[in-house]
Every structure is written in structure tokens, then in C-alpha cells.
């Protein structure tokens, strides 16, 4: 065999570094994928998990690359993966010698993912003076207490409602996964006048066709540490969820959660895709086919990382909060009008838009610096 292992993923756009890490002291082993930094230096989480692959991290970069840019940010897309278990007691020596790797590796600017979260942002920070995602005691916008992803998704279904004569006043709602991205997002939207009607998380799901009371919702969750002490509500098969009657459906948990065995049953009018890859493929072209409306993931779920340039670009907790508001309206606008207009998938529409505006950057960019 001759080349690159890493040369089925090279294309157009990237990546423009690969590039693993390895520190036989503390045991590091990591890998960083630069995907393009045309837009500006690449932003994007730290994901630790002992089963991650490189594949996964290059797919994840490439997804940072069409966020970014789907979102209009002045960032290009990077993803880093530290192959461990995130609870292991040896985290921060392993979070800090990962950072000490990429210190010079200043096109990359590392923010939270799963694994990881804000404490290791400040690690890392006080490492090599950059990372995003930090606390508020270190000058922070905290993404997931300010529920920045929840607000993004607000402003979708704001816009995306139009597009599918949804009345948000009144709309039912059902959320997989009443985590930093669900629960939020449920809040948000019962005060906009939608009823949440049902409610998932890694324990249970629950249903009431008359309505959750969210803010007793939260507390049940907080107490309980589940939906499922919620006691107002019926429990049902969490995989039910996505095929009970709701006018909007919001995966905000696991991968490949809609699929071409619920596809044909779901019944909402509109789907916001809370969680990353929500749907298959096959899924997602099925609930255009029906006439169901689903804005991609990377358009919906751009709250967390406008909030986290924000606060790299020095703004603050409202600046933030108008940014996620301003862009993802507009954002979502331009997709569906093209997606309707051109006839395509939103997805389609939306990563011809990301990929227009990464293009246009690259002409603007010398190559290899
Ligand atoms: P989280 O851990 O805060 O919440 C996830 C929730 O999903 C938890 O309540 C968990 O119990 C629940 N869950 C887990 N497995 C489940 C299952 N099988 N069925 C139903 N519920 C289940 O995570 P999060 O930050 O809310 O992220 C959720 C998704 O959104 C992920 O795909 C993440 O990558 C994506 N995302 C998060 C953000 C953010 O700002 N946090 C931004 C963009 C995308």
C-alpha cells in the first residue's frame, strides 16, 4: 500500500492538519484534525472517550467546518480527541499535558465536547492562555447554564414555523434528551406558548397529552436525578417519543435516533435537531418526502458555538444571547427559502450555503501561510 492512511478524507475543503499526540509520561494519546481555517482559526471541542476514533474525529471536524461557517462565524472547524475515559482520576494531567501538545498549534482553539466541559477549558486556558467554554470566574460566557443551544433553537422554531404554517402559540412538544440542549430548549419554547406534551432522558420517558408542567418538570429532574419523577405524567417506552402526536419534535440527545424503522410513524409537523446527526440520512430525506419539516443540526444547534466565539472575541452573556438570536434567525431563513425555492433537502440547501461561504474565504487565503 502506498500514500496516507488519512487520504480517503482528504477533499476540497480539507483537512488542512492531522496530527497525533502522544506523551509517554502522562499517557496521552490524542489526535487534533485541522479542517480548514480559511474563515479563521478553527474552533471546536475536545471530545475524551477510550472507544473514539480517528474517523469520528475527522467527521467531527468537518462538521465544525460547516457550523462555523453555516453560522457565519469568523472561525473554520477543528476537533480534537483524547482516547480515554472521561472519568479516569488522571483527567486534568492528561487535559493539561494535551494542551501543553498543541500550545503552538494556535489555528486550533479548543472548546468543550463530550467529555470534557468547562473546568477542562480553564486547564487548558491556564496552560496555553486559549480555549473556549471557560467559567464564569474566568471571564466565561457559561454555554449550557445560559442554555445558549436552547435559545438558538427558539429562534428556529421562530422562523421554521413560517415555513410550515406552525402556530408556535399552542404548538405540542415532545424533547428527547432534557439535558443542556432539551431542557432549555422546552422551557424557551412553553413560554413562547408551546405544551410540552412529552419528555425523555437516559432513564425514561414520560407523556402527558394535556400538558408538563416544565418548571416542575426541572425540579422532579433535579431531585430525582430523571424525567421519570415527574409523577403528573404517564411513563412510556422512550422510543415511543418520536412516533406520539406532537406538532414539534426535538431529538436532543443520541445519533441516528430517527430512522428508517420510526421514520414512517413520526408525526410532528416540524423537527429541530437539537442533538448532532439526529437522523439517518435515509430518515432525513423520508421526513422531507412526507412533507415534514427538519432543519439540519448545524443550522438548529449553532447556539453553543456562536456563544463560544463570543466570548473569544471578548463579548459578553447578552451579546451572546443576541448574536445566537440574530444569526440562527437568519440563518434559518436563508436555508429554508432555499431549500424551498431549489427543491433540495434543507440539509442540502444548507451545506451549499456553509460551503459557499468556506469557498469564498479559501479565494481570500495564500495557501500554507
Ligand atoms: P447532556 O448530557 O446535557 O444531555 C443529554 C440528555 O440526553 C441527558 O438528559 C441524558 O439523560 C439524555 N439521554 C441520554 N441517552 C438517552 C436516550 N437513550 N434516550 C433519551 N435521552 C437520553 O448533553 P447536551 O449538551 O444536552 O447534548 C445533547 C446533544 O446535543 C449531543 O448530541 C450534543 O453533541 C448536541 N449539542 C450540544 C450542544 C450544547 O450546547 N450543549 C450544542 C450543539 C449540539
Redesign the pocket.
Known amino acids: 500500500m502506498t500514500g496516507f492512511e488519512f487520504e480517503r478524507f482528504l477533499d476540497d475543503l480539507g483537512p488542512e492538519k492531522t496530527i497525533y499526540l502522544h506523551d509517554p509520561r502522562s499517557g496521552l494519546r490524542a489526535i487534533l484534525v485541522v479542517d480548514n481555517v480559511a474563515a479563521g482559526p478553527s474552533m471546536g471541542g475536545v471530545r475524551m472517550a477510550p472507544d473514539i476514533t480517528t474517523e469520528e474525529v475527522f467527521r467531527l471536524a468537518r462538521a465544525m467546518t460547516l457550523k462555523n461557517a453555516g453560522a457565519g462565524l469568523p472561525h473554520g472547524g477543528g476537533k480534537a480527541g483524547i482516547l480515554a475515559d472521561p472519568h479516569t482520576d488522571e483527567k486534568e494531567r492528561l487535559i493539561r499535558s494535551f494542551a501543553r501538545a498543541i500550545r503552538d498549534l494556535g489555528d486550533y482553539i479548543p472548546g ?3 467529555g470534557t466541559d468547562e473546568t477542562c477549558m480553564a486547564w487548558i486556558r491556564d496552560e496555553i492562555g486559549r480555549a473556549v467554554g471557560l467559567p464564569r470566574v474566568v471571564g466565561g460566557i457559561p ?2 447554564e445560559i442554555g ?2 436552547g435559545h438558538g433553537l427558539v429562534a428556529c422554531a421562530e422562523v421554521a414555523s413560517e415555513f410550515c404554517g406552525l402556530d408556535l402559540n399552542g404548538a405540542t412538544l415532545a424533547v ?8 432549555p430548549a422546552a422551557r424557551l419554547l412553553v413560554e413562547r406558548g408551546a405544551v410540552l406534551v412529552s419528555a ?4 425514561g ?1 414520560i407523556h402527558a397529552p394535556d400538558g408538563i408542567d416544565v418548571h416542575a418538570l426541572e425540579e422532579a ?1 433535579e431531585e430525582t436525578g ?2 421519570t419523577g415527574y409523577t403528573r405524567a404517564k411513563a412510556v417506552a ?1 422510543e415511543s ?1 418520536f412516533t406520539l402526536p406532537c406538532d414539534i419534535l426535538i431529538p ?4 441516528d ?1 430517527i430512522h428508517e424503522g420510526n421514520v414512517e410513524d413520526i408525526r410532528a409537523t416540524l423537527v429541530l435537531q ?5 437522523a439517518t440520512e435515509g430518515a432525513e430525506r423520508r421526513l422531507h418526502e412526507r412533507g415534514i419539516l427538519s432543519v439540519p ?1 448545524f443550522i438548529a ?5 456562536i ?1 463560544a466565539s463570543v466570548e473569544f472575541h471578548g463579548g459578553n452573556e447578552n451579546a451572546a444571547l443576541e448574536e445566537i438570536r440574530g444569526k440562527i434567525r437568519r440563518n434559518t431563513r436563508q436555508v429554508l427559502e432555499a431549500s424551498r425555492d431549489r427543491g433540495v433537502l434543507p440539509r442540502e440547501a444548507a451545506v451549499a450555503l456553509a460551503r459557499r461561504r468556506v469557498e469564498e474565504a479559501m479565494t481570500l487565503r495564500r495557501s500554507f501561510r
Open positions: 468543550p465536547d463530550m454555554l449550557d445558549a443551544t428527547e434528551g432534557f439535558g443542556n440542549v432539551g431542557r425523555s432522558d437516559s432513564k420517558a429532574k430523571s424525567v422512550p417519543l436532543a440527545a443520541r445519533p435516533c437539537g442533538a448532532n446527526i439526529p443540526d444547534n449553532a447556539g453553543g458555538v456563544c
